[in-house]
């Protein structure tokens, strides 16, 4: 996982990182199955886990360009977990009255409580991202929010949410495929916007911008990690480990009856 992990302030350069890497993994799909669904027990296993504990919370975020996979993520790697203890929160462009409070207002009561999972589908990470590549608010603003969003995590993490956010990196190219295949497909048509194809006019905006996130905002307590996710296999295999060590990392032990079961004989 370490290749995909950035370090903190290190300096990125998306045009190095291949976004259709399979890091050497031939074969594709069926031979990575099996290896996929024991992570996926795994992370069934930790998750129940975490929420039988109820002690700590687990936040994951999901960022990327339009058609990286940000639903197909959820529905995949997240395969198997109790919804009860599973949340996701998606995020949109503010509303009225959210615009009228500082851009972490509306994220605070989403992040997970004790025993919770909860998955940005987006994130406060827009307001560093579309609120700079459309000039929504004036650079000030947005330049002073990296170090904003890194107190509002440490804070959220001193107090017990694990952290992970993985950016979804597909090329351009790859999008040109995604947007064809989402027009010609009727199921899929729903999801096609026309604001879409501006944010793809503006592609080496984005990838500026979201090079100063990584860069920015990769901190020891909320790192980042640069999935490739031309493949939708491999994305999930990788957004699944990292679940997995950072689930596992938590120690978390055996849930304990709240009494003493010992002796207890049912007729
Ligand atoms: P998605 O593309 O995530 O499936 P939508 O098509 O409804 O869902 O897109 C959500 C839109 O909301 C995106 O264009 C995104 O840039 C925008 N958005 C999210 N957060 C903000 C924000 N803080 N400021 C401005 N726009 C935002």
């Known amino acids: 996982m370490k290749r995909y992990l950035v370090a903190p302030g290190q300096k990125i350069d998306l045009a190095e990182f291949d976004a259709g890497s399979t890091a050497g993994w031939k074969g594709g799909k069926d031979k990575v199955e099996a290896v996929f669904l024991k992570l996926n027990d795994r992370l069934e296993v930790l998750q129940e886990k975490l929420w039988a504990e109820g002690e700590r919370g687990v936040l994951v975020v999901l960022q990327g360009m339009d058609t990286s996979g940000k639903d197909g993520t959820i529905r995949h790697a997240f395969e198997g977990v109790n919804p009860l203890g599973v949340r996701v929160a998606s995020f949109k462009a503010p509303t009225e009255e959210e615009r009228g409070h500082d851009f972490l207002w509306r994220v605070h009561p989403k992040m997970p409580g004790k025993g919770e999972m909860v998955i940005f589908n987006r994130s406060h990470y827009e307001d560093v991202l579309v609120a700079r590549v459309r000039n929504l608010v004036p650079k000030k603003v947005w330049k002073a929010r990296y170090e904003q969003i ?67 905002t990769s901190t020891p307590w909320a790192p980042w990690y640069i999935v490739p996710s031309n493949r939708k296999w491999f994305r999930n295999l990788v957004v699944a480990t990292a679940l997995v060590d950072a689930l596992d990392a938590l120690k978390i032990k055996d849930p304990q009856p709240a009494e003493d079961l010992s002796g207890v004989v049912i007729e």
């Open 150 to 216: 890194n107190q509002f995590e440490k804070l959220c993490a001193d107090n017990g949410t694990t952290i992970v956010k993985f950016f979804l990196h597909i090329d351009r190219d790859e999008q040109k495929e995604r947007l064809k295949a989402r027009l010609a497909d009727p199921l899929k048509r729903w999801k096609f916007r026309l604001g879409d194809l501006d944010d793809r006019v503006h592609w080496n905006d984005y990838m500026a911008a979201y090079q100063d996130v990584l860069a920015k």
